[in-house]
């Protein structure tokens, strides 16, 4: 794990706030079938519970090798129009889509950060970032983003990858759902011999 930490939590950060972010993206997990709010409620709860300038959540496209954002709390339009996440011209992701959890001081000067530029705009200064996985497989990133130099202590890092694994398996949840929805569509339609669409959320 490609980390560095204190022993000690910043006062800013709480086990309280943990907990509590942690609760709430449980229940919202456990309620709704909206991907697309469920990711951003969980991105919003790191962002304020971690007491950081931003959060996002990337999930990699294997046929062009790009990281495309899904839910992001606290950054820019314009630096989100930075250009993609290309896997191969961002070591970071790379490494952490093999499964390690990567700590950068200050992403403005370290070379394994793709847009330094769009960074120092955009205020950015250290980055904690995780994997989401399923069964064993990375898909996607999740990282943190502040506004000032921080490090990130171990339970920090414990309280990220549990909200990673969390909205991963959120999206698995919700793939796993439209497979569900689609071939009984697909049955009923066959079989009636009409296009019915049926919607399981009701």
């Known amino acids: 794990m490609t980390t560095h930490s204190h022993e000690t939590d910043p ?6 706030d943990y907990y509590t972010a942690l609760y ?3 229940l919202t997990i456990s309620s709704s079938l909206v991907l697309d709010q469920v990711l951003q409620s969980i991105v919003t709860s790191i962002t304020e519970a971690m007491q950081v300038k931003a959060c ?28 993609p996440v290309d896997m191969v011209k961002s070591p970071i992701d790379s490494q952490v889509l093999q499964g390690a959890t990567v700590y950068i001081a200050d992403v403005r000067s370290d070379p394994r950060f793709q847009y330094p530029e769009a960074a120092r705009r ?23 983003y502040t506004d000032e130099p921080t490090t990130f202590n ?31 569509n697909g049955v009923v339609d066959a079989f009636w011999g009409t296009n019915v669409n049926l919607d399981l959320s009701e």
């Open 11 to 16: 006062p800013s950060r709480t086990h309280s």
């Open 24 to 26: 709430q993206a449980a």
């Open 56 to 83: 996002g959540l990337r999930l990699l496209d294997r046929t062009t090798g790009h990281l495309r954002s899904s839910a992001v709390y606290g950054l820019s339009g314009d630096y989100l129009a930075k250009g």
């Open 122 to 144: 955009e205020g950015l200064v250290s980055i904690l970032c995780v994997p989401l996985e399923v069964r064993g497989e990375a898909i996607g990133v999740m990282r943190v």
């Open 154 to 184: 171990n339970d920090d890092v414990q309280f990220l990858s549990v909200l990673a694994s969390l909205s991963a398996l959120a999206i698995e949840n919700a793939r796993l759902y439209e497979s569900i929805k689609n071939s009984y």
